[in-house]
T-cell receptor
Framework: AQSVAQPEDQVNVAEGNPLTVKCTYS??????LFWYVQYPNRGLQFLLK??????LVKGSYGFEAEFNKSQTSFHLKKPSARVSDSALYFC???????????????FGRGTQLTVWP | GAGVSQSPSNKVTEKGKDVELRCDPI?????LYWYRQSLGQGLEFLIY????????KSGLPSDRFSAERTGGSVSTLTIQRTQQEDSAVYLC??????????FGSGTRLTVV
């Protein structure tokens, strides 16, 4: 069965410092991994995804994530945090594109990122 | 439209009443998903549609919850005899074939 863990409910970081939001996953086949961001009273916005290829994936707003197969991790990173990055971040893994669950996303519980000035 | 549209954006209802939540996906998107976001619970899968059929209803929490999709487009999630624990944000997402997912802004349901 597919599952995602985000071990930190909250991450606090000073503006200008690097940030990391952690995610580990469990899948039965090849992992298709995603990061989404949610601002207050808004839906989920896509940040980046890993399907295949380079382990370092670059996404929107200067975010990147590193796929580590041996550690089954897909941590979200940004070299220099901004106050506007403060939001709720979700890691997700996708089910296989077959059968009755076609492409269903399994989400972590979310990590609230706060960047203080 | 350009995105996934959900209505209403906010709904306050009395316990025991029925509610209908609407999702209007991106035109041409064949797959449609409903999720529920409760405080501290993350996103919980409810149901998946491919066209008008629902191959996966495994996430519906009880028989008070049902959903339908007509014309391969608009979907309605119905909650009968609402309970306070149904209070949450209900999110809809659509997807074309094997493409990316687009989420709506959600419906915030409050049962009082």
């Amino acid at each position: 069965a597919q599952s995602v863990a985000q071990p930190e409910d909250q991450v606090n970081v000073a503006e200008g410092n690097p940030l990391t939001v952690k995610c580990t996953y469990s899948v039965s086949g090849n992992p298709y991994l995603f990061w989404y961001v949610q601002y207050p009273n808004r839906g989920l916005q896509f940040l980046l995804k890993y399907i295949t290829g380079d382990n370092l994936v670059k996404g929107s707003y200067g975010f990147e994530a590193e796929f580590n197969k041996s550690q089954t991790s897909f941590h979200l990173k940004k070299p220099s945090a901004r106050v506007s990055d403060s939001a709720l971040y979700f890691c997700a893994v996708r089910d296989a594109d077959r059968g009755s669950t076609l492409g269903r996303l399994y989400f972590g519980r979310g990590t609230q990122l706060t960047v203080w000035p | 439209g350009a995105g996934v549209s959900q209505s209403p954006s906010n709904k306050v209802t009395e316990k025991g009443k029925d509610v209908e939540l609407r999702c209007d996906p991106i035109s041409g998107h064949t797959a449609l998903y409903w999720y529920r976001q409760s405080l501290g619970q993350g996103l919980e899968f409810l149901i998946y549609f491919q066209g008008n059929s629902a191959p996966d209803k495994s996430g519906l929490p009880s028989d008070r919850f049902s959903a339908e999709r007509t014309g391969g487009s608009v979907s309605t999630l119905t909650i009968q005899r609402t309970q306070q624990e149904d209070s949450a944000v209900y999110l809809c997402a659509s997807r074309f074939d094997r493409g990316g997912y687009t989420f709506g802004s959600g419906t915030r349901l409050t049962v009082v």
